[in-house]
């Protein structure tokens, strides 16, 4: 009996050590990073959810790669209402931006409800799509105040889904003199020409083709608002388009259809060097799981931070 006893505390000692030796490890190579990309701060963006579960597994799997990192919340209201948290400080290193975009609600039969509003608070054009003017004003405050009261003069920008669009349009709508420039603008999985099942043509899968210059051949309504503005997308900004396809013959991510997304192409600028794509294929790249992928985290992380495999094979 003593003799099992020893063994089994042997093995709990193992199992122990294991574990703290996995954890010491995993602390020991979080990367310290230069002065200049710590400097930057990170804004990441939800899709129409609004909430920060869209955003929070992607802003984890940064955090536990840096030796230093803050994360700090802004609500940005239906109306354009900015909320900052109490501890705002976004000069810190390696500060990461979390906004949440919520949606107007009521109650009925006790439970809350969202509450769609009328389309005179959407852009033209948007009716169908969650682009409301007044958070789109919001993020055009959040970026003047990083701007103006931080004398912040880079950012970066993370987005899912709406997100992407929403910040696309508010970048091609605010005058560069007030807000930082856009250092990288990595969207996930944004529907830029229409989304499947909203009601407008050539967004539901294989109706819609981009031609050899990459234009859409059939454009949705606020395809051609952007448009009218593209001339506005700032050319230095770095742009790494991600999204996702089931590899079932839809070619689409079972919510946006590739051409939609890959159609940000055209609007940015075809002879845009410092624009690039990556697509990721299987049923694991689903709309809505792409956030919280892991290899999708890898990439942005990489991206933002100018990492190597050669450097960081353990990431």
């Known amino acids: 009996m003593q003799k099992k006893k020893i063994i089994f505390s042997l093995i709990a000692i193992v199992i122990i050590g294991g574990v703290l030796g996995g954890w010491y490890l995993q602390r020991s190579q979080r990367i310290s990073l230069s002065s200049s990309r710590a400097a930057i701060p990170t ?9 920060k579960n869209a955003t929070q597994p992607i802003i984890n799997y940064a955090r536990q790669h840096l030796k230093e990192s803050s994360q700090q919340t802004v ?34 039969g006790g439970k809350r409800t969202v509450k769609m509003p009328s ?30 009261h931080y004398r912040i003069k880079e950012i970066n920008v993370v987005s899912h889904s709406a997100g992407g669009v929403m910040f696309l349009q508010t970048l091609l709508t605010t005058k560069s003199t007030i807000m930082p420039q856009i250092k990288h603008f990595i969207p996930i999985a944004g529907h830029f020409n229409g989304y499947i099942g909203d009601n407008n043509r050539g967004t539901s899968p294989n109706t819609n083709y981009l031609t050899s210059s990459g234009r859409p051949k059939i454009m949705t309504e606020q395809y051609r608002q952007l448009l009218k503005q593209k001339s506005n997308f700032p050319k230095q900004t770095q742009v790494l388009n991600i999204y996702g396809d089931l590899g079932n013959g839809s070619h689409s991510d079972g919510t946006v259809i590739n051409e939609s997304s890959r ?14 794509e990556r697509k990721f294929t299987g049923s694991q790249y689903r709309h809505g799981k792409q956030v919280g992928n892991r290899q999708i985290q890898k990439l942005v992380f990489k991206t933002l931070y100018r990492l190597n495999n050669a450097e960081y094979p353990l990431i």
């Open 263 to 276: 159609s940000l192409h055209y609007l940015v600028g075809m002879r845009n060097t410092n624009y690039h």
């Open 119 to 148: 389309n005179n608070n959407f852009q033209k054009g948007q009716q169908n799509f969650f682009l409301p003017t007044g958070q789109i004003k919001g993020m055009q405050r959040l970026l003047a105040n990083l701007k103006s």
């Open 75 to 108: 609500k940005i209201a239906f109306d354009g209402k900015v909320t900052y948290p109490t501890n705002w400080n976004p000069t810190k290193r390696a500060t990461m931006i979390q906004v949440l975009l919520p949606m107007p609600q009521h109650s009925k």
């Open 43 to 51: 804004i990441y963006l939800p899709g129409s959810s609004g909430s």
